[in-house]
C-alpha cells in the first residue's frame, strides 16, 4: 500500500509564502483562493512569546469528513490517500466545506481578477470554467505525481513527481513522501523528530504533519 503525507517542519518555516506563490501558480488559483497558505501566529506569554508560520491547507484525512457528507460522490479519495474532487459530479452545495475542519475548500461563483474587472491576458488564458461554481482544494498536485509515476520517478524525491509547493520551499521545510515505505524521506522525518497533526482529537487521521521544537531540545541536549 502507498498513502502519500506531507510534512511541515515549523523549526525551519520562515513565512515567505513562496509555497503559496508557487501553488498558485501551478494551480491558476483565482485572487482570495489559496489551495497552501502559511498562518503567522504567536505563542507564549510576556515576556517569554515566540513566533511560528504554519503551512495548511487540505490535509487529506484517511477518514475525510468532507467525502461523508458530499450528497453527488464528487469527493473520493485515491487508493494512495489523495483525496479528490470530481468537477463534473460536483454540485456546489458546499456541505463538503462546512464539514472541512481544516477550513480547506473553496467555491468561486464566478471569475475575480487581480486587477480591476477584466482579466489579464495571463488570467483569460488560464481561466478554467469547470471550477466555477463547484468545491475545489489542494489536490498535492496528483497530476504532477501520476505523471512522475509514469515515468518511473519518486514523489517527494524527484521534483518532477512533487507537489510544487514542496519543490518551492526556499527553506527546505516541507516535505512529501511515502509514509507506508518505513525507509521514505518521509517515515525517516517522522521517525527521528517530535511532531503532531491538527485536530487528531476528531479522528480523521490527516495526512499533514507537523514536526516542532526539535531545534530547542537539540539545544537542550548539547
Given at each position: ?43 507564549g ?62 467555491r ?32 498535492f ?51 527521528e ?26 539545544r537542550?541536549?548539547?
Amino acid at each position: 500500500m502507498t498513502r502519500y503525507v506531507m510534512v511541515a517542519d515549523l523549526d525551519r518555516c520562515v513565512g515567505c509564502q513562496t509555497c503559496t506563490a508557487a501553488c498558485r501558480q501551478t494551480n491558476t488559483t483565482l485572487p482570495g483562493v489559496q489551495w497552501r497558505k502559511v498562518l503567522d501566529l504567536e505563542f507564549g506569554e510576556y515576556p517569554d512569546v515566540g513566533r511560528v508560520f504554519v503551512p495548511v491547507g487540505c490535509q487529506h484525512c484517511a477518514d475525510p469528513p468532507c467525502m461523508h457528507v458530499c450528497p453527488s460522490t464528487a469527493t473520493g479519495q485515491r487508493g494512495d490517500g489523495i483525496v479528490t474532487i470530481d468537477y463534473d459530479l460536483c454540485i456546489g452545495c458546499a456541505y463538503c466545506a462546512v464539514a472541512c475542519p481544516y477550513q480547506a475548500r473553496f467555491r468561486i461563483d464566478k471569475p475575480v481578477y487581480a486587477h480591476g474587472d477584466q482579466p489579464t491576458q495571463l488570467e483569460r488564458f488560464q481561466h478554467d470554467e469547470s471550477r466555477m461554481g463547484v468545491a475545489q482544494k489542494c489536490t498535492f498536485c496528483s497530476d504532477r505525481i501520476d505523471e512522475g509515476l509514469s515515468r518511473g520517478l519518486t514523489p517527494g524525491v524527484d521534483a518532477d513527481a512533487t507537489p510544487s509547493c514542496v519543490n518551492s520551499c526556499i527553506a527546505e521545510a516541507l516535505h512529501f513522501g511515502d509514509i507506508e515505505d518505513p525507509v521514505s524521506n518521509v517515515s525517516r522525518l517522522l521517525a527521528e523528530n517530535n511532531q503532531f497533526r491538527m485536530h487528531e482529537e476528531l479522528e480523521t487521521d490527516p495526512g499533514f504533519y507537523y514536526l516542532w521544537n526539535n531545534r530547542e531540545n537539540e539545544r537542550s541536549q548539547a
